[in-house]
């Protein structure tokens, strides 16, 4: 990479910041920055789940678990601790805490299995907690909990949810782009490649994964504590809800599974726009036979997603048959083997666009 | 000479079929030793054993006096035995570079960049490793076991499916690092000019079970050997 993209990049993030930042001060109606709220939760949660699920391989579909603790978490602290005001921020780091405590025992019962049985056993975990949230009398059975009153105006009472959650995001994503050049990172994505080998050459795997599980839970649980306050309520089946681990896979594939841009854009993307079905047509059906009609869709045409298909369709459209990347910098060596073995230049091209993508 | 890594009556079955039947090698320190025989007599079986990928049915296997038996294959390597794989097992979505950070023990990019120049692929460091030959794939395997600086190092057919000039760049690595790091190595190989131009002593397993072992130079005409290979009573 030279200097100049390197540049380019960081003035792009700025511009990206200052947008983020303005957002609620243009467009400041409740209705919009209610869109910008559920945006930066989703564009968190989505993040989360790629710090593990990404770059692992190991696809949770019980993220759901960590996010509805989080929110039930702060209920009944609140309750029992009668706890009110604003005074309920200082319960958020219980919300992590919750979901990473939730996270170890999960793990080290799920993580023993791979692949779709994995899948399946998440799926069972999130039912168990659905269940128990429904079951249990100190959850509030089915009626759910309430939030603590915030003594809010109402014009401006989403924004510092707004600016919590954007926190939470920019935290997140940061964390993710450290993690994944890290020797962490580098040591699950190992594991997505071929765990068995990882483990040959000292990888305690187990621990890698787990940490990662316990990492991306905390941060879910965090952020269902903050949707929690911000709805001001949660029940059984919002608080764990199957849709919410649909809809985060749904976004990072749409994006990009394990690139850092990938779920951002994936739930930018999505988020809003099942917002709007929602409150357009009050048949809420309709935004979930959409999201699934999109699965197929994704699955279809951009199987690997957005951010490494779209890379490479503008680098083809670019180059035009010629070399995808022009021999300049360190690529310049394989690029000129690439060059010599025109037959199998395809293939290559697009390792190396992939791998441009993710970095 | 003292054994380093020694195996001692190890037993393994698949179902019905015993692919390893007490079992026993020794290879000493410093050494580098040969392990043949035909398709089907245990050769990648034991190495399994040997790195925690199989469990033995019964036996035991010791790295300098420490009992390893049936440890799993991440306390294996961090007790010191590297082990590449018969067809290549590299990280194809990782760098070369970042392949080379995956291990535990690691001792920072210098140093893999260093063993990557010392196989002879540095150049390639930038590039993702699924775009790698499969004779480079087979250099990187090295460089990468070499990274975490393992007492023994096992490979599994390292000029299987190399072309010339690269088995010969891969034999003097391995002739390298015998001479001037003291490495030992235990190498399963089918290409006989190979095995016997690099290593002091061989061992032939046959059925499970090691047949006969010693100087390349005795091996070669020990009518066992001779039946392994070609089938029992046949005129020499």
């Known amino acids: ?359 | 000479m003292t054994a380093l890594l020694w195996t001692e009556g190890i037993t393994k079955s698949f179902g019905g079929v015993r692919a390893l039947d007490d079992c026993s090698l020794e290879v000493e320190e410093g050494s580098i030793t040969g392990l043949i025989g035909p398709n089907g007599s245990g050769k990648t079986t034991l190495f399994n054993v040997i790195t925690g990928y199989a469990k033995a049915d019964a036996g035991a296997v010791y790295l300098g006096g420490r009992r390893i038996t049936n440890a799993s294959p991440d306390k294996v390597f961090n007790a010191g035995i590297g082990r590449t794989f018969q067809l290549t097992r590299i990280f194809p979505t990782l760098t070369v570079l970042e392949n080379m950070l995956v291990p535990s023990k690691t001792k920072g990019k210098h140093h893999a960049l260093e063993q990557l120049e010392f196989v002879g692929i540095a150049r390639h460091h930038d590039q993702l490793a699924g775009t790698l030959s499969y004779g480079q794939r087979k250099l990187l395997e090295l460089a990468y076991v070499l990274v975490a600086d393992p007492a023994v190092i096992l490979l599994d057919e390292p000029a299987g499916g190399v072309n010339p000039t690269l088995i010969g760049q891969i034999a003097g690595r391995i002739a390298e690092l015998n001479r001037t790091r003291r490495k030992t190595f235990l190498i399963v190989e089918h290409n006989m000019e190979f095995v016997m131009g690099l290593c002091a002593k061989v061992a032939v397993l046959d059925a499970g079970t090691v047949v006969a072992s010693g100087p390349p130079d005795i091996i070669r005409t020990d009518p066992r050997v001779l039946d392994a290979y070609l089938g029992v009573d046949v005129d020499v």
């Open chain 1, 1 to 359: 990479m030279t200097l100049n993209s390197k540049a380019l990049k960081l003035a792009g993030l700025a511009v990206l910041a200052a947008v983020a930042i303005a957002f609620p001060y243009v467009y400041s109606s409740p209705v919009d920055t209610n869109y910008g709220v559920y945006a930066m939760i989703f564009v968190t949660v989505a993040s989360a789940w790629n710090i593990f699920s990404g770059f692992s391989g190991y696809i949770s579909l019980g993220q759901a678990v960590f996010f509805g603790t989080g929110a039930y978490t702060v209920g009944i602290a609140a309750r029992d601790w009668h706890v009110t005001g604003t005074g309920v921020f200082l319960l958020l780091p219980l919300a992590a805490v919750s979901g990473a405590v939730m996270a170890v025992p999960f793990g080290l019962i799920a993580l023993r299995v791979r692949r779709h049985t994995f899948i399946v056993i998440t799926i069972a975990v999130f039912f168990i907690f659905q269940l128990m949230a429904a079951d249990f009398s100190f959850t509030g059975g089915t009626m759910g909990l309430p939030a603590p009153f915030l003594p809010w105006q109402a014009a401006t009472f989403n924004n510092p949810f707004y600016f919590m959650a954007l926190g939470a995001a920019a935290v997140t994503i940061t964390l993710a782009w450290w993690i994944r050049r890290s020797k962490f990172g580098l040591q699950l994505r190992a594991i997505k490649d071929d765990e068995d080998r990882a483990l040959g050459l000292g990888v305690r795997t187990m621990r890698v994964k787990l940490s990662a599980f316990t990492l991306s839970a905390f941060i879910t649980g965090f952020m269902g504590g903050v949707w929690f306050l911000y709805l001001t309520q949660v029940l059984p089946s919002s608080g764990y809800d199957p849709l919410f681990d649909l809809t985060i896979v749904l976004m990072a594939f749409l994006g990009g599974v394990g690139t850092i841009a990938g779920p951002v854009i994936g739930a930018l993307l999505i988020e809003p726009g099942r917002l709007y079905l929602n409150t357009q047509f009050t048949n809420g059906y309709l935004s979930e036979i959409l999201l699934g009609a999109l699965f197929l869709l994704i699955v279809l045409f951009v199987p690997r997603g957005i951010v490494p298909t779209g890379g490479e369709w503008i680098r083809k459209f670019r180059s035009r048959g010629r070399a995808a990347i022009e021999p300049e910098g360190r690529g310049a060596a394989w690029t000129a083997e690439a060059r010599g073995r025109q037959g199998t230049s395809d293939g290559r091209r697009l390792e190396a666009a992939r791998r441009r993508e993710s970095e």
